[in-house]
């Protein structure tokens, strides 16, 4: 078997890199101008953390949104903790890395997506054609998409994995 580069997982973790310097930045400068993150990740990774009640309501998946309130902000090299508002109920959460499905900054109509590779057999076992880059509205987005906004293209790193 022949080494090769892969230039997938490569790209995911320089993305991921990426996600912790803009929050290494708003941890030490708070969010900029109209700033705001929806970030969506697994609720059954192994490594996050949340409260029971909010793992029974969103057991698969969760969009949180860091915008006006949130407190605690802590990043590591592996993930991140921050206590969110949940109708009144102040929850800390922590959020590693790897759990990260979407993350978006509407405001400058910045996002990423990312793939799991059981993700893409999923996708692609009908047709068995590879996955291909996509552009992807989450309800949220789309919902402000209704309100006048412009819609936020993310971005999927996932067609250049072989």
Known sequence: MT???????????????LIR????????????????FFITFDTGHPDAELADWLFDRYPGEMTVVM????????????GFSVTLNFGDAPEPLYIPYDAIKTFVDPSVEFGLRFETQSDEDEEAA?????????????????????????????????????
């Open 67 to 78: 915008q006006h309130w949130y407190d605690n902000l802590e990043v590591t090299d592996e």
């Open 21 to 36: 310097k803009v929050l290494l930045d708003v941890c030490d400068n708070g969010l900029p101008g109209e700033h705001h």
């Open 126 to 162: 009908p047709s068995q054609l590879p996955a291909t880059s996509q552009v992807e509205k989450s309800d949220t987005e789309k919902a402000e998409t209704d309100d006048g906004a412009k819609d936020a293209e993310i971005v999927s790193l996932d067609s250049f994995r072989k």
């Open 3 to 17: 080494r090769s580069i892969d230039y997938g997982n490569l790209m995911h973790e320089a993305m991921r890199g």
